[in-house]
């Protein structure tokens, strides 16, 4: 299983920014997917994630409301969309699937996210 995020980048505050994460090895219909971020100094937090068919997705409540978070099982990729962000949400963002049955996580590389003026 191999995951790979992309989309990071430098934004102004209010811009948006969409990661994408692509997936291999797997069928992302059997796994929950996860975003989660670090920020210079912090600990790793978990921003969203979601499963299938298992109700709303969860956020944070610091994007609640800006972010959201979506799969496409077709082409095994899943994606955090950010709006409105704001200069505390500089971070390396992570992606990561779960698999539901063996309750384990894999985790891709991160991908730097800088909002700044």
């Known amino acids: 299983v191999q995951l790979q995020a992309s989309g990071g980048g430098l934004v102004q505050p209010g811009g948006s920014l969409r990661l994408s994460c692509a997936t291999s090895g797997l069928t992302l219909s059997y796994y929950g997917i996860g975003w989660f971020r670090q920020a210079p100094g912090k600990e790793r937090e978990k921003v969203s994630c979601?499963?299938?068919?298992?109700?709303?997705?969860y956020y944070v409540d610091s994007v609640k409301g800006r972010f959201t978070i979506s799969g496409d099982n077709v082409k095994n990729m899943f994606y955090l969309q950010m709006d409105s962000l704001k200069p505390e949400d500089t971070a390396v963002y992570y992606c990561?699937?779960?698999?539901?049955?063996?309750?384990?996580?894999?985790w891709g590389p991160g991908t730097l996210v800088t909002v700044s003026s």
């Open positions: 990561a699937a779960t698999d539901l049955k063996a309750l384990k996580k894999f």
């Open positions: 979601s499963v299938d068919g298992w109700g709303r997705p």
